[in-house]
């Protein structure tokens, strides 16, 4: 039940509900000479009473949209296996590439991290946003009585639970192959997932719709995307070799505060920006 | 719309460039005097700051008229964003050519991940998104509107970029802002007339560039105006 709730689709429906309409049709029947029933005059009155529906919060509509995207995804679990495979084949691949001895773990391994998460991103947004294309999809939920604002988040949050789970796959494989200890790192790493994830949902769900709304597909949105997100990718990689040197949580608040203002800078900006880039 | 006809101000800024880019060349090879260590390879620096400079004000333009875009649709907008991308992205690969040729003299490698460095690679690399978006998607109403989001969101994030990459690692030297070496005083006004050229050569590569996308969005509307009135046929 609560999972339902989360997921919103009931929800949807109680909420979107069509009013109650009554039609009364009149009709003065009379018979012909043959005894045939002709209706002579007929009318109809239509009696649409729309019950005043408190329009739903801020909150359910973001819940209702992210509900979807997770709905679909748990259906099919196409977004997190493929580019979730993906993420685990950069990482086995750059291990391959760059381990290099002993020092490896500090060095490589946190650049082995976020490379891996952002390539993967990028593959998880094209497809999330090409679903939107199949169908004209999108269209229907530019429609539907949600505010611009509430579609941003909701699709940005469904963007960055695809994005959390490839980092929780990505991460650990990482400990395994270089060797440091995950134990040790993972309230950190947690801290520094969830923040690179917040900047990468955000800036990936503005200009994934750029995907459904132009002609530019995947190749541009990952030209448009990288360079943007390069900052909080490198602010994130330079916090995580810090942490690995050693250097305790509570002496990084610098590079959390960083990736805490790419975060803001994303967020505000796609969510005053995302209503007028949709609108036609 | 209709073009100002007797208009003189962009010919004037065509001779005054010219004329400001060849004294400045004169004055930066013949004038100033030979560095003593880095030798005639220190002449580069003339440019290299200049150009740095003249890619912010690229930015910079490109900034302004993608706010002015999503404020007020307008051609004229988009045109001086679009022209202001072009610039940022001509004087970016003059920095980028320019830098790791003095680095190797100086510093004997072409290039380290020094915060300034790093800083105007990932900004070249936003404007040249911003280019290929605009070449690769066509100029439609949409297009034109991401794009101006990835000029704006481009540009907010310059000054936290500065910011962040002194973090992240920093040799590069600091010869003019504060707490600099400092330059001798027979280099500096050569230094200015660079700084002069390229302020007038980032202005008219704006400006001339903006006057064509102009051209281009009207001649598309009077195509159109033309295809709606039955004259012509659809390419």
């Known amino acids: 039940m609560v999972l339902c709730w989360l997921l919103g689709a009931p929800r949807a429906r109680r909420v979107f509900a069509p009013p109650n309409d009554h039609v009364a049709i009149h009709r003065d029947v009379s018979c012909d000479d043959r005894g045939v029933k002709v209706v002579v005059n007929e009318t109809h009155t239509a009696t649409i009473t729309t019950t005043a529906r408190r329009a739903p919060s801020w909150v359910a ?66 497809r999330a946003w090409a679903r939107e294309r199949e169908e004209r999809a999108f269209e229907g939920l530019v429609v ?17 639970a695809f994005t959390l789970v490839v980092e929780a796959m990505v991460i650990p494989l990482t400990a395994l192959l270089f060797g440091f200890d995950l134990v040790k790192f993972a309230p950190a790493l ?91 | 719309m209709t ?15 010219a004329v400001t880019v060849v004294t400045a060349i004169q004055a930066i090879f013949l004038q ?9 390879v220190q002449k580069i620096f003339y440019f290299h700051v200049p150009a740095a400079y003249a890619m912010y004000l690229g930015a910079l333009a490109c900034f302004g008229g993608s706010v002015g875009f999503l404020l007020h649709p307008s051609d004229r907008a988009d045109a001086i964003a679009k022209a202001g991308a072009q610039a940022a992205v001509t004087f970016g690969l003059i920095v980028l050519v320019t830098g790791p040729l003095w680095a190797a003299k100086a510093w004997g490698r072409y290039w380290t991940w020094d ?15 911003y280019t290929l978006l605009r070449a690769f998607t066509g100029d439609g109403e949409a297009e034109r509107k991401f794009s101006a989001a990835l000029g704006v969101l481009g540009a907010a994030n310059l000054p936290i970029i500065h910011y962040s990459v002194q973090k992240w690692s920093g ?65």
């Not at chain 1, 086995?92 to 490589?108: D, H, T």
């Open chain 2, 32 to 40: 100033a005097p030979v560095e003593s260590t880095m030798g005639i």
């Open chain 2, 171 to 235: 040799q590069h030297p600091r010869v003019i802002s504060q707490g600099g070496g400092g330059l001798a005083p027979a280099m500096k006004p050569s230094l200015a007339l660079g700084f002069l050229a390229f302020t007038l050569l980032a202005i008219l590569i704006v400006w001339s560039r903006a006057r064509i996308e102009l051209a281009a969005a009207r001649l598309r509307h009077l195509e159109e105006e033309a295809l709606d009135a039955g004259l012509g046929e659809e390419s």
């Open chain 1, 190 to 280: 947690a801290l520094f997932a969830v923040l690179a994830a917040i900047g990468i949902a955000a800036t990936g769900t503005l200009f994934g719709v750029m995907t459904v709304r132009t002609r530019a597909r995947d190749l541009v949105l990952a030209a448009v995307l990288l360079p943007l997100l390069a900052p909080t990718l490198g602010t994130a990689v330079a916090a995580t070799r810090e942490l690995f040197g050693g250097v305790p949580l509570h002496d990084l608040g610098d590079y959390v505060l960083l990736l805490l203002v790419f975060d803001g800078v994303f967020v505000i900006g796609g969510m005053g920006l995302f209503g007028a880039l949709i609108e036609t």
């Open chain 1, 61 to 126: 509509q973001v819940l209702v949209v992210a509900g979807k995207d997770v709905a679909i995804e748990l259906a099919t679990g196409e977004v997190v296996a493929t580019s979730g495979f993906f993420a685990v084949l950069v990482v086995v691949l750059a291990s391959l590439a760059f381990y290099a001895g002993p020092e490896a773990p500090e060095r490589v391994a946190p650049g082995v991290i976020w490379l891996s998460v952002a390539f993967a991103a990028v593959l998880a947004l094209s």
């Open chain 1, 144 to 160: 539907s009585p949600i505010s611009r604002s509430a579609l941003f988040a909701g699709k940005a949050i469904g963007v960055m």
């Open chain 2, 3 to 17: 073009p100002k006809r007797h208009s003189y101000a962009l010919p004037i800024l065509i001779v005054l460039s």
């Open chain 2, 115 to 129: 915060p300034r460095l790093t800083t105007s690679l990932l900004s070249v690399l936003v404007y040249v998104a």
